[in-house]
């Protein structure tokens, strides 16, 4: 993942079909400083750990099917580019995380469009 990180100009990344495997992803300083669109899914990735120094452009996060996933790796005032996240079929821990990420970005005057299946609720 650090090679592909350091592509200088990568917009999109879209890991599909156990693209990513390991339990943890630590991205590295610097890295996927273009990125505006990740999609993971199907992966067994249970601990994430990333800030807006990995990915300053965010715009849209789709996790499908990370049904290990404890939480998203940011906070509303890491990724201040954020704004769509789609979970589909991961736990309710990261669906937590998404809606508190929503509540405080709210809060702060930002929209985020977020989309849970299933809900949890």
């Not at 599909?16 to 495997?21: C, E, G, L, V």
């Not at 339990?23 to 800030?51: C, H, K, P």
């Amino acid at each position: 993942m650090s090679v592909l990180g350091m592509l200088e100009n990568l917009k999109v990344l879209k890991l599909k079909n156990d693209a990513f495997t390991g339990e943890r992803w630590e991205a590295a300083d610097g890295g996927f400083r273009q990125l505006e669109v990740l999609q993971i899914e199907y992966t067994n990735l249970r601990l994430w750990v990333a800030s807006s120094h990995q990915f300053p452009n965010l715009q849209e996060l789709k996790l499908r099917n990370c049904e290990e996933l404890e939480a998203l790796p940011f906070g509303p005032a890491d990724v201040s580019s954020l704004q769509v996240i789609n979970l589909y079929r991961t736990t309710k821990l990261a669906a937590a995380s998404a809606r508190e990420i929503q509540q405080e970005t709210d809060i702060k005057g930002r929209r985020l469009k977020l989309s849970i299946f299933p809900s949890y609720e």
